[in-house]
């Protein structure tokens, strides 16, 4: 699958708002507030460690979600086995 980021660059967007909305979504659940939303920062790298074509996402994000209220809800940290 890796071929078409490589081809179609465009996609690599799509690739970081794919995963912003994944943890988008999960925080929102772990919050128990559906209309909050975390702070997030998404880096696209391609290369991995020698420099191949890896690309892949970064991201910091906050550990808590701001909802309209601004009323700032926890929603504590991501577990390592998922």
């Known amino acids: 699958m890796q071929w078409c980021f490589r081809f179609h ?3 690599l967007g799509d690739l970081a708002a794919c995963a912003a909305d ?3 979504y999960y925080m929102q659940q772990m919050s128990g ?3 909050a939303y975390p702070g997030i920062v998404a880096v696209i790298q391609t290369a ?3 420099l191949t074509w890896n ?10 979600c701001l ?4 009323r ?5 940290y ?4 998922i």
């Open 9 to 11: 660059r465009e996609l």
């Open 22 to 24: 994944t943890l988008t």
């Open 33 to 35: 507030h559906k209309e």
């Open 48 to 50: 991995g460690d020698r």
């Open 55 to 64: 690309p892949h996402i970064h991201i910091i994000a906050t550990v808590g």
């Open 67 to 70: 909802a309209p209220d601004r």
């Open 72 to 76: 700032y809800y926890r929603a504590g």
């Open 78 to 81: 991501l577990p390592y086995d």
